[in-house]
């Protein structure tokens, strides 16, 4: 068996090494729930192995299935989001899936599409960031059983999966932590206001702000659409203002990085400066100088615990199951102790 090559392996083959039925390794690999959990992980292993791809057009025709998932993200630059997705494709992949990815950019149409291309089934269920904006079309989808898993915070009243992260105690967190170096003048340069992340992220830091009494300054809390040259733009025009904070929180590591440019292009200084810190720990917050001090999220685990409710909720009807993965922070050198004498 070990010498046949991929494409000739064989439902039967993987039938056959796992000692079941075709049928027992169909409904595991379809995501059945009337399988022992030690046999389908059994089952999958050997499909992964075997590098086995169940005919998706057979199987589909046979099944009313595209065997296609979505993905609606908002932003295919962001490194944060194909971390996302390569979470989401890893799992699908194994169940004999293919992910189709849509990129909505925050435009509410085009976030509509997305619900559409679920309605009209041209896939079999969809992964998706979506803005409280289309909260009421979402439910609707869902109350007539269409498989919808939801990133980055559940909607209000829409019982289906989601998987996030703890957007109010992670900004909470990071903010408290440039308290702690003894930063006062802090400004946030925040998310997409229509999304729960960037609303929870704006929440944890003001609530942060509060709890220390610290004043927020209305002119240092500025919203963007979690762009990256919106935050380099936002951070000039703090620049330009001549009243300056000595920390800024941007409500994503991509945007930290946008305001690193308008920091450096002003003849400024990271961190004696401007403190920054961001949030999700992407793959080059490590790699910019100063290495950037943010919050941890899980990211690929998020993508592939999304694509396994979705998955496994094919089986049974879709009810709201909510996954938090929890952040950490991770301290590099964005930061500077102000705690521990005059600013430089
Ligand atoms: N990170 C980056 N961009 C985002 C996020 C996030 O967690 N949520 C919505 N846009």
Redesign the pocket.
Known sequence: METKKDQQFTIRDVAKLAGVSTATVSRALNGREDVNARTRQKILKIAKDYNFRPNAAGRGLSMRKTFTIGVAI??LR?S??AEVILGVDEVAGERGYSTVIYNTG?IEDREREALRMVRDRRMDGMIM?LSNRLTDECRALVDMGYNVVL??NALENVDCPSVA?N?FASAYVIVEYLIKNGHTRIAHIG??RD?N??MLRMQGFMKAMENYGIPVNPAWNLPTR?FKDEAYSMMKRIIASGDLPTAVYA????MAIGCYKAIYEAGLRIPDDFSIVG??DIDIASLVYPPLTTMR?QTREMGKTAARKLLDGFSTRPRKDITILPTSLVARQSVKDLSRGAKG
């Open positions: 908002p932003d962001s944060y989001f925050y960031l990133l980055g992260c957007n998310g997409n999304t992340t960037g979690y409500a994503a590591d991509t949030h999700d999220q």
